[in-house]
């Protein structure tokens, strides 16, 4: 059966999360992918880790608030292969994937690993590239700008870690600007880099990968979404079709089996703030912001009925995106962004809705001030939390979990897969299933 689709194919999707290093235990008991304990979070309020150009230990750096919209994290971890190495000993090769989205251009460096992959090295920048696309239907020359200074900063790692193994691509912004493709080539011209514009199917399937260890194999329904800048896609799963889940959702399998329908919907928190602002957001505006997605959901929602197929199943949602990591941030009330323990954690829907009413009721100005949103998100945030509104509204269920991890992971998965290289452990004894809640 083919995965269902439904409304136009022309237009939609976005970026999404971040990681590194160190191996993360997955918490369902399944194989988890080699993460870093400290994430690329865009926030140039909160602490940057550099690694010094000699390759030496990284020192920390509190960064002021920067004006010229870039903020990068580089993962300065002791253990990570220095950025003049060639490569790691014993010679495996380097893999790389590139995820060019509407907010952010984001690259992860990786090599197989006893658990599915150790990250070499990565890279991090808000490049705002699709800034004033929708209203336009193009992209500016600020922005472009900006995004050539961080494709040049991948554009070095890449050559230093002498990857030959990669996969590069763009999202919404470069899908729907009118000069999206002559950007791509000029990217081309200059680094060498060969982007791929992802078609939104494609972009789906490869986040649902990403973060398939994630699922619970005790549910029947899963929810996956991906709250990009530019679109947000939302992919339904019918755990039911698989023959093993435990295959499909270590790694083992192919997960694709279980996509029984998707969705790109032409909205992100960027598009979405540029509509109805994101600065001062009240609790009317929000609720417009809330309404107008809830209209784009509805078609589909009308031609596949999950509301009536779901009911009374054991059922989750699945959220990559930079938004559910915030929130659960936020929930947490950590000083610092910590991946560790954001990455796989369970919300209930009363937290989301708490932390939401929490924002709303602050300011521009102390929502930049919070250590998990900082400047370059505090105007997006809430966006972001009007799509996730408009989402737990129609198709209710009573909890979340939060993946740090998305397309760049399925990309790397996939080329590890089809070089025969990706290593899945089976499930470990003595672990079960992480109850609801926070870690």
């Known amino acids: 059966m083919t995965p269902e689709k439904s409304g136009s194919d022309a237009s939609d999707a976005a970026g999404l999360p971040q990681k590194s290093d160190d191996e993360i235990p997955d918490t369902t008991g399944f194989s988890a992918l080699s993460l870093s304990s400290e994430s690329e979070r865009d926030d140039s309020d909160r602490q940057l880790y550099k690694r010094n150009d000699n390759g030496s230990k990284p020192f920390v750096n509190r960064a002021s608030p920067r004006g010229d919209g870039r903020d990068e994290r580089r993962e300065p971890h002791a253990n990570l292969v220095s950025s003049l190495a060639i490569k790691p000993p014993g010679g495996e090769q380097i893999y790389g994937a590139l995820d060019l989205g509407t907010n952010n251009c984001r690259l992860l460096l990786a090599r197989p690993s006893r658990r599915g992959f150790r990250v070499v090295d990565a890279f991090s920048r808000i490049i705002r590239l699709g800034e004033g696309v929708s209203r336009t239907g193009h992209l500016s020359d600020l922005a472009m700008n900006r995004t050539m200074e961080a494709l040049k900063v991948c554009a070095g790692k890449l050559h230093r870690h002498n990857v030959t193994r990669t996969r590069l691509v763009a999202t919404q912004a470069c899908r729907v600007a009118a000069n999206g493709p002559d950007f791509v080539a000029k990217v081309k011209d200059s680094f060498d880099l060969d982007i791929e514009i992802l078609t939104p199917e494609l972009e789906a399937h490869l986040a649902v ?82 309404e107008a997605v809830t209209k784009l959901l509805l078609p589909f929602e009308a031609k596949h009925n999950f509301r009536e197929r779901t009911a009374g199943k054991p059922v989750h949602f699945l959220g990559t995106s930079g938004t559910v990591t915030t929130i659960a941030g936020v929930m947490l009330g950590l000083d610092r962004y910590d991946r560790k ?72 998965m996939r080329m590890m897969m089809e070089d025969g290289v990706w290593r899945s452990s089976r499930r470990r004894r003595g672990r079960g299933k992480r109850g609801k809640g926070a870690r």
Request: proline share 3%; glycine share 10%.
């Open 209 to 290: 990968a990403g973060c398939a260890t994630l699922i619970d194999p005790s549910t029947d329904y899963v929810l996956v979404f991906d709250i990009g800048g530019g679109s947000s896609e939302i992919i339904w799963l019918d755990l039911t079709r698989l023959g093993t889940r435990q295959d499909a959702l270590s790694g083992r399998g192919d997960v694709d089996d279980a996509i029984v329908a998707w969705e790109s919907l032409p909205v992100g928190v960027v598009t979405l703030a540029e509509r109805f602002g994101g600065r001062d957001v009240t609790a009317e505006s929000f609720a417009a912001m809330s």
């Open 341 to 412: 323990r954001v990455d796989g954690i369970w919300l209930g829907t009363h937290d989301i809705e708490n932390v939401t009413t929490e924002l709303l009721a602050r300011s521009y100005d102390e929502r930049v001030l919070q250590p998990c949103i900082g400047r370059e998100r505090a105007d997006l945030v809430l966006a972001g939390c009007a799509i996730l509104d408009a989402i737990m509204k129609l198709w209710p269920a009573d909890r979340l979990r939060v993946a740090d991890r998305g397309l760049r992971e399925g990309i790397l």
